[in-house]
């Protein structure tokens, strides 16, 4: 299908209630900054410089009171606490942040995660069976799953053993009857609905220190994982998440004492703030995952999540949680490297249901009739279907359900999404045909028998129709503001990683150039980029055309949509440009 580009008209900055001339230097950037909506001159200060201070009340989250309260009785108590998770990043992460703010009152929680294959996903009847008779907890507390676990909470219930429940996911029409459910979105009014688990976490955590504070637990240390989770899961980075993400990307970044970063914002319960613990693990990962400081949204979403997700994926989980707490260089080492190497299966498998779901789509789907996709088969592994299921929305602009079964004609599916169309709340109106499904308005899961997959399909491509117009279902480029290659300068660029970390609800800025031309033979690099040496006046750009070796590039002048970004070259830093689209110039009417 063709793609409409659609550049962004630039508006008046003059007459706005912020002065934008005092805040921003670039006319650029004070264009996007305006387009995000702020109310005054002080949110536009927060957004360009995220600051620990600023985190709100962690008790404004519901339920926090009571659940802190039950977690400081365990530890007092020396109950047997179980921490109950998912096997996804966010998860991981959680578990292990909860689970060094407990160890450090002392308490010695069990960590729990369930096995995706045997036993699916969250507080399956399978997994509660196991935990129960390998932990024998006094108090559970879910993790990233639990929200509509109605039955089952109240299984464990019955059990003499008390529920907490930490989560993000959307709730159903009931909620489980427990002591404390921390979940934003069972509140309406709530803020926080843009948190992922991770993010929960780090509340509770910062909850716990401000009812208790500990001396020498350093929380601001711990937004390493806090980040991890928040990108790997694709939430919304606006509000806290983009501190969360910021201030947690440098803590990624950072391995050895600094003594030069001193404490700020009241996270640093001790004097002796110079000496951390180092994550080994995540060192590791760093070095077999090639990423370099500093560390980018890119390199969590791409290299280091999905090195975490493949021992979940493919296995047990179990890995990419001891790798995050382990404290052994050797251990650390040897984890890294065992999930380099899952990550590599991951992909073989990945590529293997991408062609298998290709041929189906090739035969099956017709984008002037379809306004999804649904593609299923026997022996697709369930811990790719999620990826695939991307890489065909992204391609396809549309809708998808990945569907693997498995011999006895059980399937479970990962939906992806594309604006416009809520996943939960169209996977509701199909529930008839449905075991069990859950998640976001962008992604879900779900379980169903292989006779109803037909009767799915066909009900889900009908709900996506009379949910998404024509106009939504064409691919659009939305390009945020024209660019002259004069206007390429170290302080556009700076004034641009100020809007950075980027990601969803913060999209990294996409820019035109119009009328460039090549100055010399193209040249493919690492077998998968175009570098090319563009002009556009009298001003010269390298520029880089990303998975497109051999695209074939239009009779010049060009069109070309880019991204900018700074790149440490020979110790000092430029500006690169990244092309995501190229076309042959249109005329201007």
Not at 229 to 235: K, L, P, R, S, Y
Not at 277 to 286: C, E, N, Q, V, W
Not at 323 to 345: G, H, S
Request: with cysteine; net charge negative.
């Amino acid at each position: 299908m063709e793609t409409r580009w659609i550049i962004a008209p630039p508006e008046e900055l003059n007459g706005s209630a912020i002065s934008w001339n005092e805040i921003c230097e670039s006319e650029c950037i004070a264009r996007l900054l305006m387009r995000k909506g702020f109310a005054s001159a002080q949110e536009v200060e927060t957004f360009l410089r995220p600051r620990l201070s600023s985190l709100s009340d962690p008790f404004l989250l519901p339920n926090m009171q009571t659940a802190v309260e039950r977690v400081l009785g365990a530890v007092d108590r020396h109950e047997r606490i179980v921490l109950f998770g998912d096997y996804d990043v966010d998860g991981v992460t959680s578990i292990a942040l909860l689970a060094e703010m407990l160890r450090a009152y002392g308490a010695t929680p069990e960590l729990f995660l369930p096995l995706r294959m045997e036993e699916g996903y969250g507080l399956s009847g399978e997994s509660i069976e196991r935990c129960l008779e390998q932990c024998r907890p006094q108090l559970l507390i879910a993790v990233d799953c639990g929200t509509s676990s109605v039955a089952e909470v109240a299984d464990v219930r019955r059990r003499g053993v008390d529920v907490i429940v930490f989560d993000h996911h959307e709730p159903k029409s009931a909620l489980p009857d427990c002591v404390a459910i921390v979940n934003p979105k069972i509140d309406p009014d709530s803020p926080f609905h843009y948190l992922c688990s991770a993010g929960i976490a780090f509340k509770v955590c910062h909850a716990l220190l401000k009812t208790r504070p500990l001396d020498g637990f350093d929380l601001k240390r711990k937004l390493d994982l806090v980040a991890l989770g928040t990108v790997a899961d694709i939430v919304p980075l606006r509000g806290e998440n983009r501190i969360f993400v910021q201030r947690g990307a440098i803590e990624i970044a950072r391995h050895r004492t600094s003594p030069s970063d001193p404490p700020q914002d009241g996270f640093v319960q001790s004097a002796n703030w110079q000496t951390r613990s180092t994550r080994p693990g995540l060192k590791k990962l760093i070095e077999v995952s090639g990423v370099r400081p500093p560390i980018l949204t890119e390199d969590i979403g791409f290299r280091l999540g999905p090195r975490l997700n493949a021992a979940g994926r493919l296995s047990t989980a179990e890995k990419s949680l001891q790798l995050l707490l382990t404290k052994d260089e050797n251990e650390a080492a040897a984890l890294a490297d065992l999930l380099d190497n899952q990550n590599r299966e991951r992909q073989d498998v990945e590529r293997q249901v991408f062609l298998a779901a290709e041929e189906q789509i090739a035969r099956e789907f017709d984008p002037m009739r379809d306004a999804a996709i649904i593609v299923s088969g026997r022996g697709w592994h369930p811990g790719v279907v999620g990826i695939v299921g991307s890489r065909i929305s992204r391609k396809y602009h549309r809708p998808t359900i990945v569907i693997g079964f498995d011999e006895t004609g059980g399937g479970k599916g990962s939906g992806r999404s594309i604006e416009g169309l809520n996943l939960v709340e169209a996977l509701d109106r199909c529930a008839e045909s449905l075991e069990k499904f859950g998640g976001h308005e962008m992604a879900a899961g779900l379980t169903i028998r292989e006779d109803k997959i037909d009767t799915f399909a066909t009900a889900f491509r009908r709900v996506a129709r009379e949910l998404l117009s024509d106009e939504r279902l064409q691919p659009c480029l939305r390009i945020d503001h024209e660019l002259l290659f004069s206007d390429l300068t170290a302080d556009l660029l700076r004034w641009h990683e100020m809007l950075q970390p980027f990601g969803t609800g913060n999209p990294y800025p996409l820019f035109f150039a119009r009328e460039v031309e090549p100055t010399a033979t193209r040249r493919v690099a690492n077998d998968r980029h175009l570098v090319l040496r563009l002009r556009q006046r009298n001003y010269h750009q390298r520029a880089i055309y990303f998975d497109a070796p051999n695209a074939p590039l239009p009779p010049s002048p060009w069109d070309i949509a880019f991204r900018i970004l700074a790149n440490e070259y020979e110790g000092q830093t430029r500006l690169d440009v990244q092309i995501q689209a190229l076309r042959k110039t249109v005329a201007i009417n």
